[in-house]
């Protein structure tokens, strides 16, 4: 079972990415309600995708990438911004969370307008870290 949790992951990404997606075209398009369940869905799909990462970690270890070709500095290149913005971003999104539960919708969208992208970033690289990884 543990051997699927790298597939489960990178869905748990995919979901992530496109419940964000969705979530700010809700926003934009005024829809308050819908923006929220979505982004309470993204949350929960990114907080799913951390604790089955971190679980299958502890178990296998580190994965070292087994190419040795010109796929390896882009591997890495895409692997360490993906790690370093993965950890910095997750406090920011709990914070921002946090306003919008608040209703101080002033404090959440100056950090959302940072921590947006950078969500989207951490969700998509992390698919492509697993495609190098487990696919190719």
């Known amino acids: 079972m543990i051997s699927y949790l790298p597939t489960i992951n990178a869905l748990f990404n995919l979901s992530s990415a496109i419940l964000l997606i969705l979530g700010r075209i ?3 398009r005024g829809r308050q309600d819908i923006h929220r369940k979505i982004m309470i869905s993204a949350m929960i799909s990114s907080a799913l995708f951390l604790t089955s990462y971190l679980y299958y970690h502890s178990q296998v270890g580190s994965i070292p990438y087994r190419h040795f070709d010109w796929t390896r500095p882009l591997y890495f290149g895409i692997l360490i911004p993906h790690s370093i913005l993965a950890a910095v971003m997750t406090p ?4 921002a969370f946090i306003y919008a539960l608040r209703g101080n919708f002033e404090k959440h969208r100056r950090v959302v307008r940072i921590i947006w992208p950078v969500w989207m970033f951490v969700s998509l690289t992390g698919i492509i870290v697993y495609l190098m990884l ?3």
């Open 134 to 136: 487990y696919q190719f």
């Open 26 to 28: 809700n926003i934009k």
């Open 92 to 95: 920011f999104i709990v914070l």
